[in-house]
Nanobody, 124 residues
Framework: QVQLVESGGGLVQAGGSLRLSCAASGRTLSTSVMGWFRQAPGKEREFVAAISGSGSNTGYADSVKGRFTISRDNAKNTVYLQMNSLKPEDTGVYYC?????????????????WGQGTQVTVSS
């Protein structure tokens, strides 16, 4: 079993930055694809970014490409999401997720483990 705990959310003005962290316990994640998803009120959960186990491959939603960066530190069993140039439409609950294997995936159904989420609010 894998437990994922997100942190780093908060309230920030448009144009600001936040860094989210996802700490994993219960199993090493060095062979797992990790993803970040978000869910705004009244909307479906959507893909934000994903990273391979080694960190060599990454993928981003078009809406965040060039502004967000996903990274990982396998020694700390932690994944990060650096969010810059934040916009009000980035507001939502951000979730960390893990899946076994080596292929990046943008579908929520492909991920086996989820964190409880952290709230990000961007004011205009």
């Amino acid at each position: 079993q894998v437990q994922l705990v997100e942190s780093g959310g908060g309230l920030v003005q448009a144009g600001g930055s936040l860094r989210l962290s996802c700490a994993a316990s219960g199993r090493t994640l060095s062979t797992s694809v990790m993803g970040w998803f978000r869910q705004a009120p009244g909307k479906e959960r959507e893909f934000v970014a994903a990273i391979s186990g080694s960190g060599s491959n990454t993928g981003y939603a078009d809406s965040v490409k060039g502004r967000f960066t996903i990274s990982r530190d396998n020694a700390k069993n932690t994944v990060y999401l650096q969010m810059n140039s934040l916009k009000p439409e980035d507001t939502g609950v951000y979730y960390c997720a893990a899946r076994a294997g080596f292929v990046l995936n943008r579908s929520t159904t492909a991920y086996d483990y989820w964190g409880q989420g952290t709230q990000v609010t961007v004011s205009s």
